[in-house]
């Protein structure tokens, strides 16, 4: 077990490519283009293909998506949560404070990329979703405002916040030993709105009432995605590891040693550690 709670060591100073935006813009431009892409379908061919459930137009143009989701999305989940898991780093108490410093960074270009996902959820397609259903009278629980909000944006967001999650448990010391409370708000309880769209559906189905966001049947939504606030707990629980990590790399101060976060995490929580 490490005896000392503080080290200091001479660090070499990262390249400033350790620490660029590229690659949270290749990925904003590619969602990006991707939900244009997708709300120029929808404009395209919702009315004039979207409003009968039994004829074979809709079977083409709309329930041959939801197949499709039903099957890439847990197979992208799966492949993506097992990759972080299989490359995990199996010598975390060795990690060097720079590389540690560097994975901080990629959670949180990581995180950025989830909230943008969760925005078009949670936010656009689900106040699409209300507007569609105060104007069309639903012959099926699989319209294609459903079809795109419900089995894809939320599924989507899911997968990257769980991503997200299993980065931070099989890269960073604070994470691997520890449960942190506000990452799994932020990540849980958005997800919970998904299990949520059960209670929807079955709610539309036994009763006719009005589209309305404050609706009792729709409370459960707006309860979940509230829950996406806890952000602010969990950069509040890693910022004075990551200062200490930078006044280390950069200024050549001490700093807790990997090991010693390992075995008590809750150390690199405190705020007197954020004092310069």
Known sequence: MAQATTQTVSISIPDKSAFSWKNLWIALAIITAFEIAVNAYERAFAFSKGLDYFTPEYQTYWMSILYTELILEPLTLIALCSWLWVTRDRAMENLAPAEELRRYWNL?????VYTVLLYWGASYYTEQDGTWHQTVIRDTDFTPSHIIEFYQSYPIYIIAGVGSMVYAMTRLPAYARAFSVPYAV??????????????????????????LFVAPLHWGFVMFGWGALAILGTWLQACPRV????????YGKPATPPA???????????MELCEI
């Open 243 to 250: 200062l200490e990590l930078i006044k280390q790399v950069y």
């Open 108 to 112: 949180g270009l990581f995180v950025v």
């Open 186 to 211: 932020l990540v849980g309880s958005p997800l919970m709105i998904f299990p949520n769209v059960g209670l929807n559906e079955f709610g539309h189905t036994r009763w006719f009432m009005e589209e």
């Open 260 to 270: 010693v976060v390992l075995e008590d995490p809750e150390r690199t929580t405190k």
